[in-house]
C-alpha cells in the first residue's frame, strides 16, 4: 500500500478513537456518545473500498458480516 494512504488510514483511525479530538469538536454534551450499528470506522472502510456498487448495496451486503 501507498506510505502516504497507509499514514492517512493509521491517523484517521487515530483521531476517530481520540478522546481529546471528541472533546475538541463536541457541540454538547450528547455529542459522539451514541452508540451505532454501524461504527464510523466500518463505514470509513467501506468508502475507501474502491467498489463499483453504491454505497447503499455494499453496507447491506456487509450487514450479515456485522452482526
Known amino acids: 500500500m501507498n506510505p502516504v494512504a497507509s499514514y492517512t488510514i493509521e491517523m484517521t483511525r487515530h ?11 463536541r457541540v ?8 451505532r450499528c454501524l461504527p ?8 475507501l473500498r474502491k467498489s463499483v456498487k453504491s454505497l447503499h448495496n455494499v ?3 456487509t450487514k450479515p458480516w456485522l452482526s
Do not use: M, P, S, Y
Not at 454538547?28 to 452508540?35: G, K, L, M, P, W
Not at 464510523?40 to 468508502?47: E, G, S
Open 15 to 25: 483521531l476517530l478513537t481520540d478522546a481529546g479530538f471528541k472533546g475538541r469538536h
Open 28 to 35: 454538547c454534551d450528547q455529542a459522539f456518545t451514541r452508540v
Open 40 to 47: 464510523l470506522a466500518v463505514v470509513r472502510v467501506l468508502i
Open 59 to 61: 453496507v447491506n451486503e
